[in-house]
Structure formats: structure tokens, C-alpha cells
């Protein structure tokens, strides 16, 4: 004797479809929205390294005005903390004297553009050195570190470009401005490609899922009208 709840292939399938769909069109929303937000960025990215090769020592400029505020906000974070009753005292001379010297960096960007190029240069050579010499030590120190020999490459590579930026910092920073300008643009195009191939594999998938449920582009009219 058989119920009409025992037919095969009505009743799961009936359960499923109403709570299957929202989740289905959400996930539809969300991919419509990252390959949006990916061209977006992609366009983005491209504009601006079309900007740093069009206009270089304008963006120099932006730049070195960028980091002299850094330099500024810092400086006084730091001053702020070395009054802070949080900080120990044998650390509030320390904390008092890097944010008196970033303030002193950030009104010194502010007087023209060779000295916040200057100052940018060295600042990013001081710290490519340091952390060149770093890696090399470590890499050099622990035989049994993962891809040892990849961290001494790195190491060494970062060791020379510190020193390359201290030595003559115009030149660097000029050839690294370019530097990220070209990978900008090659960002941007790899992301703009990614967004179309994301747009073209969303359009691919249909509304529940599967391709068989897609709306047709042109209807057919019925042979009977």
C-alpha cells in the first residue's frame, strides 16, 4: 500500500528549490558586485600609473607632500604617547625624541620639493638596508630555514637597493617612480582582464544555477501564431 508521500521525486525536490533560490541570487549579487569593484580598481590602477608617466615630477611632489604629513602625524602621535601615563619611563625619552625628529622631517618636506625627496629617498633606502641586512643574517645564521636560499637572494637584493637610494637619491627615486608606474599600469590591465573574464563567467551561469534555466536573448514566436 503506497501514500501519496512515498511517490518518487516530489517531495524533496519541491522542498528545496523555494530555499535554494535566495541563496543562489545572492551569490549571483555578490559575484556581479566583485567584478565591478575589480574593474573599478583596475581603471583605477591604470589611471594612475598613466598619471606618474605623464606628469612624473608633479607626482614627486604629491609624494613628497604626502610623506611630510605622514611624518607630521606620527611625530605628534609619538610626542602624545611619551606624555601617556601607559608608556613606561624609561621609554618616554625615546618616544619623546623619534617624535620630535619625525616633526622636524615633516616641516623640513614642507620647504620644497628637493628636501621631501630627498628625505623620501633616504627613508626608504635606510629601511631597504636595514631590512636587507635583517633577512641576510637570519638567512645566513639558520641552515634550516624554509627557502633559505630565496631569503638570502631577497636579503641581498634589498641590502643593495638601500644602498643604491642612499648614495644617489634623486636618480633612485626618479627610476622608482617609474618603476611604479609601469607596474601600476600592469596591475590594472591584469585586473581589468580579470574583471571581464569574471563578468563573462557570471553571464555564463543562470539564475538557479545551471545554464538550462537561462532566459533566451530572442523569442521564438510559437509555429501555431
Known sequence: MTYPSDSPGTGPSRGTEPQDAPLTEGLGALANMGWQILLTTGLATITLGVVVFAW????????????????????????????????????????????????????????????????????????????????TAAAASAEDMPARGWQLFYGIISTLAGIVLIVSPFTSIAALTLAVG????????????????????????????????????????????
Do not use: N
Not at 610623506?67 to 625615546?94: E, K
Not at 551561469?205 to 501564431?225: E, I, K, M, N
Open 182 to 225: 609601469v607596474m601600476a599600469v600592469v596591475l590594472g590591465v591584469v585586473e581589468v582582464f580579470q574583471a571581464i573574464r569574471m563578468r563573462v563567467e557570471v553571464g555564463r551561469l543562470a539564475p538557479g544555477g545551471t545554464a538550462a534555466h537561462r532566459r533566451p536573448l530572442f523569442h521564438r514566436p510559437h509555429p501555431q501564431h
Open 56 to 135: 612624473p615630477e608633479e607626482t614627486l611632489r604629491v609624494v613628497g607632500v604626502l610623506f611630510g604629513i605622514y611624518l607630521l602625524v606620527t611625530g605628534v602621535f609619538q610626542l602624545a604617547a611619551a606624555f601617556g601615563t601607559h608608556v613606561p619611563r624609561h621609554l618616554r625619552v625615546l618616544h619623546f625624541l623619534t617624535g620630535a625628529l619625525s616633526v622636524l622631517l615633516g616641516l623640513i618636506c614642507f620647504r620644497g620639493t628637493l628636501q621631501s625627496i630627498f628625505l623620501l629617498a633616504l627613508w626608504i633606502g635606510f629601511s631597504w638596508l636595514l631590512r636587507g641586512i635583517m633577512v
